[in-house]
């Protein structure tokens, strides 16, 4: 849209109204296309791309409607304004609430019709600014905290990467002490890495971006890597890890490595907080239009205040600097992002003293929503 | 004697390129250290290392990735094995995915910051 001169769209059947608004705002210096039924319109709509776009809703085939719902759909930027005939005013407030911005009753003078696209126009713009203005807030956010987490992360890295090469040897011979003490100052800083790469992927999580790049996944393979990755784990606590799965589970669109570090996540709590000779099982079905991953545990389980925040940032269940299972209380919030990212909903129920199951449901035909 | 196997370090930190020199050299390759890019280009006209390590973020936040771009796109020098060294992740709001930008900078590996001696040790070898 540059200046005044706005490109509009008019979707009615009725050759008059299309001929008179064409004339009336062409004289006034836009560029108008026309189509006579709803099909036609879209696919105008389409290769147009118009600023305002002004619907008939009482046509044969298509319905205003559904067109106004397609175009909300698409772009909810564009301005819509429906043209109705005096027996519709109840339509045309419905149709508002489907993300129509005014509409205009037949039949209509050419001053009518003017005010009403100049008020449409008026809209658009500020559509447009605030847009704008919303992608670079958040260039400029995304950026800072880029910058910032480098900085932070630099000197531990260098610091880090010193103990690693006094650690090995390289640098002389040390006390078994100092070499203790070294070692533990070089775990220290690691965890504090760990913290800060898992606070940035959260702070610049773009489910957006991240559903890109969306391709077929089995989980049944996620989970299978996933309990093979964390064998090791499981033995170290002597807890028994069970899989049990469908032989023909559909696949869903996602990421796998998103994916993976959702298993990981919870499947690792359901070790770590469990007691020797405990289970954590993995279960995996299909149900409808989505596939279902229930993972739970006979551990510690969650008591009813903690349950409620568990997926809250920076949540600790047990938040005392000498709990006897260490973590940043960012575990979960991720795995809950991640999981919205793919369209799926996360709940956990548990009891405590008894166990934990985490259920995640994931829809087979993803389709990321645009974001009104 | 064989001569040993020249490794240019690209880096802004000094004390990350020292800290990576002392384990390079402790396996007894040649190590030289750049602390930008003007330098690093400098020390490759004047002699071709056999590999160079490369940092990411350093004057400016894409450096090392125009380095290693402008590398791969010179018949001189493209086959420099590269290994980028950074302490970017993957997700940060640079874009920078192993997998994806991987392939257009062409670089031969990527290791993370800080790197146990002996998983840099691996992968330098591999490459040299």
Known sequence: ?372 | MTQKKRILIVDDDPDFAAAIQKILTSADYHVDVAGNVNDGMKAIKEEIPDLILLDVMMERYDDGFNMCYDLKHDDRYRGIPIIIVTAVTEVTGLKFDPQTDGEYLEADDYVQKPISPEALLTKVARLI
């Open chain 1, 1 to 372: 849209m540059s200046g005044e001169r706005a490109r509009i769209l008019v979707v009615d059947d009725e050759k008059v109204i299309r001929d008179s608004c064409t004339r009336i705002l062409t004289t006034e210096g836009h560029i108008v296309k026309s189509a006579e039924d709803g099909n036609i319109g879209l696919e105008v709509f389409r290769e147009f791309h118009p600023d305002i776009v002004l619907v008939d809703l009482k046509m044969p085939g298509k319905s205003g409607m559904d067109i106004l719902e397609e175009i909300e759909g698409s772009d909810p930027n564009v301005v819509k304004i429906v043209i109705t005939g005096y027996a519709t005013v109840s339509s045309a407030v419905d149709a508002m609430q489907r993300g129509a911005y005014d509409f205009i009753p037949k039949p209509f003078t050419p001053e009518e019709i003017s005010l009403i696209v100049a008020r449409g126009l008026e809209r658009r713009r500020l559509f447009l600014e605030s847009e704008a203005l919303r992608v670079e807030q958040e260039r400029i956010r995304r950026n800072m905290i880029s910058l910032v987490s480098h900085e932070l992360r630099a000197p531990l890295a260098a610091t880090v990467q010193y103990l690693e090469v006094i650690l090995g040897g390289m640098a002389g011979k040390i006390s078994s002490e100092a070499k203790e003490m070294i070692d533990r100052c070089n775990i220290r800083i690691k965890e504090l890495l760990e913290l800060l790469s898992r606070w940035l992927n959260l702070a610049t999580f773009d489910p957006d971006k991240m559903a890109e790049h969306f391709q077929d996944i089995s989980l049944s393979n996620i989970a299978t890597e996933s309990i093979e990755l964390l064998k090791p784990l499981a033995e170290e606590k002597k807890i028994s890890l069970i899989l049990e799965k469908p032989d023909d589970l559909p696949p869903i669109k996602g990421s796998k490595v998103s994916l993976g570090e959702i298993f990981n996540n919870v499947i690792s709590n359901a070790i770590k907080y469990n007691k020797a000779g405990g289970w954590a099982k993995v279960k995996l079905y299909e149900r409808d239009e989505e596939v279902w991953v229930e993972i739970s545990d006979n551990g510690s389980g969650i008591s009813e205040e903690h349950l409620q925040r568990i997926f809250d940032e920076f949540y600790r269940v047990d938040g005392r600097r000498n709990a006897p299972v260490k973590g940043s209380g960012l575990g979960l919030s991720i795995v809950k992002r991640l999981v919205e990212a793919h369209g799926g909903m996360i709940d956990a129920k548990s009891r405590f003293g008894e166990g934990t199951t985490f259920r995640i449901s994931f829809p087979k035909f993803f389709q990321r929503q645009k974001e009104g």
